[in-house]
């Protein structure tokens, strides 16, 4: 193995004369000509194809899922509803969550140490339930009429329990992103006199915002999927999101995999969608501090010595 001469990557040495490459080799050297967009076309057109055929074997009844699209793709609606407001809630809890950690007070980090190991070790279809049906027999045996707002619709219930689980999830996303800024920037707001509360405002927060936000995205998108728990809870036809639409009108026809097919499709659809502009949100936080290779190895062509 020897190096090229302006000390770069190490160059292989010639073949020696006569060797001939194998089938693999001769494969590897026409797969470097190809471009790698199109050969990462070719492999989701041969698993596409794989797929369809499969859909073609199974001879499911096409009709009846393009009849019923409509119907199921109609929760798609209430499932960003409920998904929208639990990661508010969750971004919430969760920077509480990550001050309480980081914070000195005992208290604080006691709190903040039983909610995260308490929602992240149960289940998040126990809590749904724990919610909707515990909290208002807590009420009722309390006898204390304010404790009527403990009775809450389905909802709301999914909204708050997904909002709790996830938040104890995220905390520790935003307790690593606070800790991704330098301490001298903390040091420096307090040499300008800031209180701790500005000085996380204007200082550390916005810098975390960059750290935090790719994870958080795809809590997002988890959380877009996991709003199916929500229907076994129970819901009006109005306020079904997809996968109760899709049990529903599954059941009455008896096409339970077809309708389940159906909400797969729309499901995959959805996180196709966010995790699109998840990613053009995160190319531009992250302008300013990816460096790219491209003005590196310019210079270093006009740095080079001719000849």
Known sequence: ???NGGGGAPVAPPPAPGYQPGRRERLELYSAHVPFTLKLVAVWAVILAILASLFAIADFDTAWMLDHAEFIARGITWTIVIAVFAIV????LALLGALGRLSRNAVAVGVTGFYTSFFRGTPLIVQLFLIYLALPQIGLALGDPWLDILTLD???AGVIALGLNYGAYMTEIFRAGIQSVGHGQSEAAEALGMTY???MRRVVIPQAVRVIIPPTGNEFIA??????LVSFLGVSIERMEIFRRA????K???RNLEALIVAALIYWGLTTVFQYFQLRLERRLSK????GTAGVAVAGERAAPAG
């Open 1 to 3: 193995m020897t190096t």
């Open 89 to 92: 809630l969750a971004c919430i």
């Open 154 to 156: 389905v909802l709301t």
């Open 197 to 199: 509360r500005q000085k």
């Open 223 to 228: 959380m877009l999927k996991d709003t199916a």
């Open 247 to 250: 049990q529903l009108v599954g």
């Open 252 to 254: 009455a026809d008896f």
């Open 288 to 291: 300013g501090y990816v460096r």
